[in-house]
């Protein structure tokens, strides 16, 4: 059992059916030293991969993201949920529809920092549905540039997002 399998045992909580709660240690308040152990496990697993970025969505794979970068020394890159100013009109886009809050919202990274020989690992915390991580590889994608891994803390494995992903080719 890993440190997270570990963490979710003693502190998560079944909040429904569907919806497991981890607000103590990795969604709302963060565990540090929990997301540094998590970031080594990523880069042993992702050890054999020539990885030059790491890419996740606004606002809870960030951290996640970012204890990994540390280990594997790359810049991490955030998807934006919502267009900001500052951003000009340089973008790549996906439209995402999240289940859970039954809407669709516009994902944009900018194409200055996403290059076609860049090798990308994405990174989320939860994989659920996948629309997310479906989005994510499709701005991977526009950009020319390879995904390289998927590093997902939580599968959600009665949800269809793994197999949504799989049918993407991408492992
Ligand atoms: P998908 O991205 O895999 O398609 O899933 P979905 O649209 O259903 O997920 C919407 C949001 O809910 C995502 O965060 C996802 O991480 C989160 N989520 C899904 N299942 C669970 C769960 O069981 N527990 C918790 N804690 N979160 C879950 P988000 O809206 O993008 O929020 P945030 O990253 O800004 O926090």
């Known amino acids: 059992m890993n440190c997270l399998e570990e963490r979710i045992i003693k502190d998560g909580v079944v ?5 497991l709660k981890v607000d103590s240690f990795l969604n709302h308040q963060i565990d540090v030293n929990l997301l540094d152990e998590m970031g080594k496990l990523f880069k042993e697993k992702f050890k054999d991969e020539k990885i030059t970025k790491i890419l996740t969505i606004e606002a809870s794979g960030i951290a996640i993201a970012v204890a990994a970068a540390k280990h594997f020394n790359v810049p991490v890159l955030f998807a934006k949920k919502s267009k900001s100013n500052n951003l000009g009109d340089n973008l790549y886009h996906s439209m995402v529809h999240s289940f859970t809050h039954n809407n669709d919202y516009d994902v944009v990274v900018s194409k200055d920092y996403l290059k076609q020989d860049d090798s990308v ?4 915390d939860f994989l659920a549905n996948g629309c997310a991580l479906v989005g994510l590889c499709d701005i991977v994608k526009q950009s020319g540039a390879s995904v390289a891994g998927l590093g997902i803390a939580i599968e959600k ?9 799989e049918n993407l080719a991408i492992t």
């Open 15 to 19: 909040k429904s059916e569907a919806v």
């Open 121 to 124: 690992l994405i990174i989320d």
């Open 157 to 165: 494995g009665f949800q269809d997002g793994g197999k949504k992903l």
